[in-house]
């Protein structure tokens, strides 16, 4: 890969530019290098003689403000017998008002100010909103004026330019206003010339779209002329940075394509044959229909990147096994790969009960073709590791589930011919890729979710993946009815706890999830509403659900992460009996718990989930024959922003519809995973919400270049920006970690 030229020095610290305090804060943004400054985009321009409303502000955020002077009136204080001044400044929208306060010893301290804010003056004022009784205000604000001030024709000629512009309002933070981020911008970007920026768009894609060139871009994000060069400087941003991430998922995708695999028959063999045989069910049409997919993906020479997600329960364990199977009849091995012990376990036993007498291999009852269904975690018994371990290098193992435990350099799977990654997103690409160096030849990678993903997401994040989707539901499904529960309404909280009696009483097996493990962890889920009851936890949920009359007698069982493996399983196993059919849990039950006897699911403190999340812990019920319940407790404003979201989650079963809705409320960053490793989002202006023709447009242009071009040789700036883009080739955001 070309490791890009910095000819504008754009590499260097901002400290160069400004002072130590200046750039600590400009650190506090993000903004370490002078590049990253012009990748600070504003997040809104003022139109040209339009002021900015100050309807809408709450107490405690840090704004920048365009408004105009109303008046000002200096107030001299005698409280106490102790002398003071203040000027109190009021500025105007023209509908709304906002007062501005200076504090001095006497009149002749506000000088400046009052030479500065006189009635009629237009500027720029940036502050924390407080109040001061009945009041908004902001106390001692940084402002600037657009006015011609003392400093003579110069200065007034560059007013009156700056007049004519949209104001461009970046994120700001406090003691760096707005204003001085952009003072600070252009001295940078006013002395870059062409070729100081990298120009990622080929000539051709900028014409086919009316774009402009990157330091175009960047000038009329920065400086603009008019709202027309602001929106063509964004439009020219958000194709860059799709066409960046395209052309880097194209040449993942074509450097897969690249290697060798050892292939597998695609009509199977004896084993597969026995599997389906015995299966008590017919598969879906959708599941028919990706298997096939899957199996000519496996009879190739080069390896399978393919991503099966879905609806929860749409059945992708089936048609994993069935490509398992597949390749263990063709003489290879299969690994599937979990990210937690529960999961694992969950998994090892789906296969067992799928495959029956099949799973049997070695033993001598077993039927002739079976093969052996192992598995491998980090608490095993050291004699049972032992044994796992060799019968994995014989190749007695066919099938092995693991953790991470997998991954470590003492597990040898001599014929390992596909991996299989379940939840992938919680595993990070080294990780997941470690098994791929195993064998003389690259396996096969099927990556399943049960979170049904955006078009968009899937192009951006797993655009070096075919994508296959489930989403009709195998027959005997049960249909799950959501109701939200204002937590604040003690008849409707009682109503819940005597549901779960019932469903309890009749056979059923309850979940009851909260967002924390303990009262001590503050800093689980930080609330947002200082004045709401704190988040729900395991510890004082389970104290209370031992004094719920409605539960009097009825076992209640716990689970969560800091529990050892062994007390997880025992504490699955005792639900999974009935010995405990109450279990309070925390998220580690949200992917692949499989009771087909849970009925109810109860989320308390549900607005501290996501969207996606809930969906995910609703489909942990509704797996067996019984009708089932979600019932989802909130302390949310009923009407609310939240509450409304909650609603938006009972009023569909829709997993992708959801998953739309979700990727519209969440920050880009949290959808793409970087929350999870501390990093920023490397999309800035693109937004997967709303850009999907543009990531689309930008992925078939990306194909084609890379198909014509696959080192990039010809297009220097591209393979530059891929660089940048991605830290010397650490993978961002596609690390989907």
């Not at 109303?70 to 204080?77: C, G, Q, W």
């Not at 009815?481 to 009696?501: F, G, H, I, Q, S």
């Amino acid at each position: 890969m070309i490791v890009p030229a910095d000819p504008a020095g754009l590499d260097a610290p901002v400290s160069r530019l400004v002072r130590a305090p200046a750039a600590k804060k400009f650190a506090r943004l993000g903004v370490h290098t002078q590049r990253d400054l012009l990748r600070h985009y504003p997040f809104r321009w003022v139109p040209a003689g339009r002021l900015t409303s100050l309807a809408d502000l709450t107490v405690g955020e840090q704004i920048t403000v365009v408004a105009q002077v109303l008046r000002a009136e200096t107030k001299v204080s005698r409280a106490g017998g102790r002398g003071g001044s203040r000027l109190v400044v009021t500025i105007t929208d023209g509908s709304a008002t906002l007062t501005l306060v200076f504090f001095g010893s006497s009149p002749r301290s506000f000088g400046m100010h009052t030479r500065r804010l006189t009635p009629g003056t237009r500027g720029q004022f940036t502050g924390e909103v407080s109040r001061f009784r009945d009041d908004l205000q902001l106390a001692h604000p940084d402002y600037l004026t657009f006015e011609p001030d003392e400093l003579g024709a110069e200065a007034e000629a560059l007013a009156a330019d700056e007049a004519r512009r949209p104001t461009p309002i970046y994120h700001a933070t406090s003691g760096l206003p707005s204003w001085v981020i952009a003072r600070t911008v252009r001295s940078v970007l006013d002395p870059l010339r062409p070729g100081d920026i990298p120009e990622p768009l080929t000539e051709a894609y900028r014409e086919e779209h009316g774009l402009l060139t990157a330091i175009g871009a960047l000038r009329a994000l920065h400086h603009p002329e008019d709202e027309r060069e602001v929106d063509r400087g964004a439009r020219t941003v958000r194709h860059e940075e799709a066409f960046v991430v395209q052309t880097a998922l194209a040449r993942l995708r074509a450097e897969a394509a690249a290697d060798s695999a050892e292939p597998s028959p695609v009509e199977g063999g004896p084993l597969l044959a026995a599997f389906d045989a015995q299966l008590p069910y017919r598969l879906t049409a959708g599941q028919a229909s990706v298997g096939e997919a899957i199996a000519r993906d496996l009879a190739d020479t080069h390896p399978m990147q393919r991503l099966l997600h879905g609806e929860v329960g749409s059945g992708k364990t089936v048609v994993a096994a069935r490509a398992m199977l597949q390749v263990v009849d063709a003489g290879g091995q299969a690994a599937l790969l979990a990210p937690t012990e529960v999961l694992a376990q969950q998994h090892h036993r789906a296969l067992s009960d799928l495959l029956g007498p099949l799973a049997h291999g070695g033993r001598l009852d077993s039927p002739e073709d079976a093969t052996r269904v192992g598995i491998l975690t980090g608490s095993q018994p050291a004699a049972t590791r032992r044994t796992e371990l060799a019968a994995l290098a014989s190749g007695e193992t066919g099938i092995v589930v693991g953790t991470h435990a997998l991954l470590t350099e003492t597990v040898q799977i001599p014929f390992l011919r596909l991996v299989v990654v379940d939840e992938q997103h919680k595993f990070g690409v080294e990780q997941r890729d470690a098994l791929r160096s195993r064998g003389q030849t690259v396996p096969h990678q099927l990556i399943m979710t049960a979170t049904p993903i955006p078009r968009t997401v899937a192009m951006t994040v797993f655009g070096d993946l075919e994508t296959s989707v489930l989403t009709e539901l195998p027959a005997g499904r049960s249909p799950i009815a959501t109701t939200l529960v204002p937590a604040d309404n003690a008849r409707w909280v009682k109503r819940v706890w005597e549901r779960v009696r019932e469903e309890v009483d009749a056979g059923g097996r309850a979940y009851v999830v909260v967002p924390r493990i303990s009262d001590a962890d503050t800093d689980e889920t930080p609330d947002d509403d200082a004045s709401r009851p704190p988040r729900a936890s395991v510890e004082r949920v389970l104290a209370a659900l031992g004094e719920e009359a409605a539960l009097a007698g009825v076992p209640v069982g716990h689970l969560h992460g800091r529990m050892s493996a062994d007390e997880k399983q025992a504490a699955m196993a005792d639900f999974a009996s009935g010995a405990t059919p109450v279990l309070v849990a925390t998220t580690v039950v949200e992917v692949g718990v499989d009771v087909p006897e849970a009925s109810v699911m109860v989320v308390l403190d549900a607005d501290a989930f996501g969207l996606s999340q809930l969906h995910q812990l609703r489909g942990r019920v509704g797996r067996g024959e019984r009708a089932s319940v979600c019932l989802v407790v909130s302390h949310a404003e009923v009407g609310g922003p939240a509450w409304e979201r909650l609603d938006v989650f009972a009023s569909t079963s829709d997993g992708f519809a959801l998953a739309e809705a979700d990727l519209e409320l969440r920050r880009e960053g949290d959808v793409l995973g970087t929350a999870q490793s501390g990093r920023t989002s490397g999309l800035r202006l693109l937004r997967l919400a709303r850009d999907a023709d543009i990531i689309a447009g930008a992925r078939d242009a990306a194909r084609a270049l890379v198909d014509a071009d696959p080192e990039l040789a010809d297009h220097p700036d591209l393979a530059a920006a891929i660089v940048l883009e991605l830290e010397d080739g650490e993978e961002m955001f596609l690390e989907k970690s």
